[in-house]
């Protein structure tokens, strides 16, 4: 049997999780991979532009091939990760990227870097940062108790929101002052730092049992399958996320388009508002334990998956255009991101937390697997929908179709057990 958590694990007090050594590590690893990915993401979009001259088909490829490995690998690493050693796996892929972004600069100077070699490149990191995920999450419970996973989750959140709303403005900055190569420099360092943060983590992984005669990992995976989608509380939280991601694949689709061009907001109010978004989602990882304790974890993630609805409602309803002044239009989308963030930020770190608490530790990576591929599923072809979608109905009437769809992932939880699960129950 794997190792079932840290010492103290099954203690009823909450731990600050940042006194934790282990995951105190884990927790500056994390954050400063997470603000040289945010810094990083804007210098590929530069290079697809600019240096590679990519067509609109050349980006989509290039867009999807950061989600293909998702596709088509999810389930077997997923179930890999229940039986490899997850701080290694951790350990190898922040080396594996930072070779890879130290090879971009290399390109660059030598003239080299064209579509084939960028597509080969963001290949080989969806592959890296999806081995990284899978290890990731199911890495967590082991160093921190499980008493105190919601916080620990709510501090990575947190980190996350601040790298997902600075980094970008970050890294328009540095790209504008030392370029491009040196980013990608930049990057590799904080990657190759990360490694030695990971190693570093005192934390011990008992070998898994050995697979039984006649069972190979398709059997791993079916197992990961059934165990999430046959436990009382797992299923509904797992459907319930499902429908959440199929509402968002269209908002992510015609948000942007629908306030930059339909309302004809510029950028600059346009990055006022998602960094608006991103204070929600600061402020919801905050109060996320809090809420988790007080009302449960069900009620918890119910009441970030209800919110969800109103910002999407509320853009759906209120007659916006172009004709609306900027000082109305700015209000009102950043409200709309402000909630948005906020019930992102609450129901985050209780639902991952709950799911790490509930699941044993041997079945870790395939649950966590289970939920996050079907997710990119949904996500993928959610979003080749939503683009029919607004062209049959438009931008405003899909934004409300989006609305209904993150009703029905709450009314999941409403009508099942999950809507009275609490922190801390034993898994069934």
Do not use: C
């Amino acid at each position: 049997m794997r190792n079932a958590g840290p010492p103290g694990s099954s203690g009823e007090g909450r731990t600050e999780v940042l006194r934790i050594p282990a995951f105190r590590l884990f927790w500056t690893a994390t954050t400063i991979r997470g603000f040289g990915s945010a810094i990083a993401n804007v210098a590929f979009q530069v290079l697809i532009v600019t240096v590679v001259a990519a067509t609109p088909a050349q980006i989509g490829i290039l867009n999807a091939l950061g989600v293909a490995p998702y596709l088509f690998l999810g389930f077997i690493i997923g179930a890999l990760m229940d039986r490899w050693n997850r701080q290694r796996t951790l350990v190898l892929t922040s080396i594996g990227r930072a070779v890879v972004f130290a090879l971009i600069p290399v390109l660059l100077l030598l003239g080299h870097l064209d579509f084939w070699s960028l597509a080969a490149i963001m290949l080989t990191l969806g592959v890296l940062t999806l081995f990284a995920q899978s290890a990731e999450q199911p890495f967590v419970p082991q160093i921190v108790p499980r008493s105190s996973l919601v916080s620990a989750n709510a501090r990575l959140g947190q980190s996350e929101t601040v790298a997902g709303t600075a980094g970008p403005a970050a890294g328009g900055a540095l790209l504008t002052l030392v370029g491009a190569p040196l980013i990608f420099v930049f990057e590799a360092v904080i990657h190759a730092v990360s490694a030695v943060l990971q190693s570093r983590i005192r934390v011990t992984e008992s070998a898994p049992a050995p697979r039984r005669a006649g069972r190979h990992i398709g059997h791993d995976i079916v197992e990961g399958m059934r165990f999430t989608y046959r436990h009382k509380t797992l299923r509904p939280l797992a459907l319930s996320v499902h429908v959440w991601f199929l509402g968002n694949s269209i908002v992510a689709t015609v948000f942007a388009v629908f306030a930059l061009r339909e309302l004809g907001m510029p950028a600059w109010a346009y990055g006022i508002a998602v960094a608006v978004g991103g204070v929600g989602g600061f402020l919801g990882a905050i109060i996320a334990p809090a809420v988790g304790e007080r009302i449960g974890a069900g009620r918890a993630i119910l009441v970030g998956r209800s919110l969800t609805v109103v910002p999407w409602l509320l853009l759906a309803v209120v007659p916006l255009s172009s004709a609306t002044t900027m000082t109305v239009l700015l209000v009102i989308v950043s409200i709309a991101q402000f909630l948005f963030g906020l019930a992102m930020g609450v129901e985050d770190a209780n639902d991952i937390s709950y799911r790490q608490a509930i699941a044993p530790d041997a079945i870790q990576g395939r649950m966590n697997a289970t939920i996050r591929t079907t997710n990119r599923i949904v996500f993928f072809f959610g979003a080749l929908g939503a683009g029919v979608l607004a062209t049959w109905l438009g931008y405003a009437a899909s934004l409300g179709v989006a609305s209904a769809v993150f009703a029905v992932a709450a009314l999941v939880i409403v009508f099942s057990p999950l809507r009275n699960a609490r922190h801390g129950e034993a898994g069934v």
